[in-house]
Structures are given as structure tokens and as C-alpha cells.
């Protein structure tokens, strides 16, 4: 009796063992199931479906409204809806992407591909599409969609054309802390209408700032932070400094008269308006 309850049970141990191989067959081979697609692959497919959509090569007249700097900006959900946001930053050089809570990704930009309806370019591990097709974002609506892609996750939302004041620094960043040494520094001046090129806090409490009058005359001051014992002296030519002259600044209300390659935009700190800012723009 007891050898034939032995048996059953062996029996049944070797059918739950069968059974269990049979419904695992990959944990005998060693093979796995289908894997997940990594954050290149997907990047990769949605990369090459959004450059697709951007046609042929651009010509002259098509590359010319795709040059220059980028703001984009979008929501985190799909679609670029939702809560919180994403905000780029596209300089010629450099492109920046932050996202709410996260800390930013971005790098040096690589060469700019043209298409007829947009461009694409790679910053770091960023791959950054602007699309020429209206775009409409809290009511207002924008002449470019962008399109982020960064760890295998799409972003989308709007762009414009031109970074603001704050988005990257300049020497003009610190602009209201230099306006007592630059209104010093014009005053001396026997012509109106001089710009400043470039200015900068130096030791003990003292500016430098340089100007270029409307003949073309440069010229270097040096004035203490109040405004005080502003000195001039003639600058050369050839002596510039890193990032003069991007932005320009004009003081007072009056609008810069329009050049080429150059774009204009007030100036305002604590509350009022100090001048202008001109830019290089994309020419």
C-alpha cells in the first residue's frame, strides 16, 4: 500500500516538473523574449520620421528665415500638453534644454542641416528640429514648432526667432549696475548718439566701459561704480575685448535707427527703460 502512494506521489512530482518546462521552453535554451527598443533606438526612429518632414534642401531664401538663434518652449505631456514645461535655448554655438525639476541637458551644436520646411541640428545628446509651421502657445501664436528629442523621450512645442536678454550671458546682463559709470562715462563725450560696446566691473570698485562714437571713434573709460572721476582715453583698433559689441547699447528711449544684421530691443531694469540693445542677427 505504501510503495503504491510512493508512487503517485513520484508520479506527480515528475508531471509538475514536465508542466513547468513545457511553459518556460526559453529558461532551458537560455533565450530571452523580446527586449524593450534603448533610448538611441527610439530616438533614431523618431529622428529620421521628423526629418522626413522637412523636404529637400533648403535654398537661399528658405535657409535665411531658419538662421540665427532659437527660444522654444512646450508642455511635458504628449503633444507637448500638460503641466510644467520645457524650455530651449538655441545659440549658434550652443543649445541649452531644461526641463521642470531635472537637471538641464545640452552641448556644443554641430552643423546645421537646412530643409526647405525647417532645420535639424545635434547639441550633445540633444537633436533639435525647428519646423517652419505656425505654432500657437497660450493664445499667441508662433511662426515654428520645435521638436526635442533627449533619453529616448520626444518633446514638442512652439518657437521664435531671437533669444531674450536674459536667456544667455553678456557683458550687458549686469547692465543697471553699470549705468551710473556709463551715463559718467558718455557725459564726457562731446557728440551724442555713441554706443557702448562692452563694460565691466574692475577692482576697487571701479568700471570699464567702451565706447564707439558715431564717426567711428573708440575710446575706453574708466569711472567708479557711483559715477564718479570717469577718465577717457582713445582705443585702438585693434585692442578688443571677448564679446564686445554683442550687444551694442544705446541709451535713452529713442529707437536705434534700422541696420542690416542687426536687430534692436529695449533695455529695462528696475522698472524703466535704460536704452536699447542691438544684436547681430543672422545675416
Known amino acids: 500500500m505504501r510503495a503504491w502512494r510512493r508512487g503517485i506521489v513520484i ?53 535665411s528665415l531658419l538662421e540665427g538663434e532659437f527660444e522654444a518652449s512646450g508642455g511635458v505631456g504628449p503633444g507637448g500638453a500638460g503641466e510644467g514645461g520645457w524650455n530651449l535655448t538655441l545659440l549658434d554655438d550652443y543649445a541649452e534644454f531644461s526641463r521642470p525639476g531635472l537637471e538641464p541637458g545640452g552641448g556644443l551644436t554641430g552643423q546645421r542641416d537646412y530643409r526647405e520646411h525647417g532645420l535639424r541640428v545635434v547639441a550633445g545628446e540633444l537633436t533639435i528640429t525647428i519646423k517652419q509651421e505656425a505654432c500657437s502657445v497660450s493664445g499667441v501664436e508662433l511662426p515654428y514648432v ?56 574692475l577692482e576697487e570698485g571701479e568700471v570699464s566701459v567702451r565706447l564707439r562714437e558715431v564717426n567711428g571713434t573708440r575710446r575706453v573709460c574708466t569711472a567708479t561704480n557711483a559715477g564718479a572721476n570717469a577718465r577717457l582715453e582713445h582705443l585702438s583698433d585693434l585692442d578688443t575685448a571677448p564679446g564686445e559689441g554683442d550687444p551694442e547699447f544705446q541709451r535713452g528711449g529713442a529707437e536705434p535707427r534700422r541696420q542690416n544684421c542687426r536687430s534692436a530691443e529695449q533695455a529695462i531694469g528696475g522698472g524703466e527703460v535704460l536704452g536699447w540693445l542691438v544684436r547681430r542677427s543672422g545675416c
Open 11 to 63: 508520479a506527480l512530482v515528475a508531471a509538475a516538473a514536465l508542466g513547468a518546462c513545457q511553459r518556460n521552453p526559453d529558461a532551458s535554451s537560455g533565450e530571452s523574449g523580446p527586449q524593450a527598443p534603448s533610448n538611441a533606438e527610439r530616438e533614431s526612429g523618431i529622428a529620421a520620421a521628423q526629418f522626413k518632414e522637412l523636404g529637400a534642401p533648403a535654398n537661399a531664401t528658405q535657409r
Open 146 to 201: 520645435a521638436h526635442v528629442l533627449y533619453e529616448g523621450v520626444p518633446y514638442q512645442g512652439c518657437a521664435r526667432r531671437g533669444v531674450a536678454a536674459g536667456a544667455r550671458q553678456t557683458w550687458a546682463s549686469v547692465l543697471p549696475e553699470l549705468i551710473p559709470a556709463i551715463d559718467a562715462c558718455l557725459s564726457r563725450l562731446n557728440s551724442g548718439g555713441a554706443r557702448v560696446t562692452f563694460a565691466t566691473e
